[in-house]
């Protein structure tokens, strides 16, 4: 017979249980697996998916979220978009950016340059959670690199919108997303096939904007990954001869031993 003492124990144990099950149902599944070109320890970034991915950034994400630690001369930096000069001094001159004040103590506006910094939708961070139902769209410079997960877990997100299964009741203006901690998610599905036309004719489906914006986002986090992975395998090379070395000059010197005995 079982104290009452356990009993209780037991009870407790199977309430806290039967409250907990519904809440691992709701975890997020584990994110799609993505061949990157930049991953391993020679990965390099796709520059053409670097250049897309800006595009859509540009003209679906900038409107919510920011990118504070990007400049636009960044764009046409080694081992990231590599924008031209004069397409670098475009894209910033078709942002109108505040600066002052003036000789008069006035604020102005005037095109973008190249040393600006990506620029804020929005002015301070209340004006961007009210212009977003109460959520803060969060800064997308290292989001990739915030995220557990990190590329796969941003990709998935973007594919993984689906109507919210039989008995799931969502709040206005939350959306059922797979792949989120709950399955729920503020921001809307904004990517639809042919939503943006790439500049070099690749067809923009939603997968393959996903994969891009991605692809842009992932470098914005890391842009110095691909000179980091080039020193990385020098390091390897000359510890790998440094090695060899090693090994050679202690047999000879072991051989002289071994020939005095």
């Given amino acids: 017979m079982i104290k009452p003492k356990y009993k209780l124990f037991f009870l407790t144990f199977l309430l806290i249980a039967s409250y907990l099950r519904p809440l691992q149902s709701a975890e997020m599944i584990d994110p799609i ?8 320890l020679t990965g390099t970034f796709d520059r053409a998916a670097l250049q897309r991915g800006f595009q859509v950034y540009k003209e679906v994400c900038a409107s919510c979220h920011s990118m504070q ?27 109108e950016i505040e600066d002052g004040p003036d000789a008069q103590g ?8 190249p040393a600006d910094k990506f620029k804020n939708p929005y002015p301070n961070v209340q004006a961007a959670t009210a212009a977003n139902g109460g959520a803060y769209p969060p800064d997308m410079s ?37 792949y989120m901690v709950g399955n729920k998610i503020k921001m809307p ?32 986090a890391e842009p110095e ?17 440094l090695t060899i070395l090693v090994y050679l000059s202690m047999k000879k ?9």
Wanted: proline share 4%; no cysteine; net charge negative.
């Fill in 225 to 241: 990954l691909e000179e980091r992975h080039k020193t990385g395998v020098k390091v390897i090379i000359y510890l790998i001869l």
């Fill in 142 to 178: 290292v989001l990739v690199k915030a995220r557990k997960g990190g590329a796969n877990y941003i990709y998935s997100v973007l594919v993984g919108y689906e109507d919210p299964p039989p008995g799931v009741n969502l709040d206005d203006g939350v959306y059922y997303n797979k």
């Fill in 33 to 40: 697996k993505v061949d990157w070109s930049f991953k391993g």
């Fill in 69 to 95: 630690y990007l400049s636009y001369r960044n764009l046409g930096q080694p081992g990231g978009p590599e924008f031209s000069e004069q397409e670098v001094k475009a894209i910033a001159a078709s942002f």
């Fill in 189 to 220: 599905n904004n990517l639809s096939d042919g939503l943006v036309e790439y500049s070099d004719g690749t067809e923009s489906t939603v997968d393959q904007m996903a994969k891009d914006v991605t692809t842009f986002l992932a470098w914005a």
């Fill in 253 to 261: 010197i072991w051989s002289r031993i071994d020939t005095e005995v």
């Fill in 106 to 113: 006035e604020m102005f506006t005037r095109p973008g340059r």
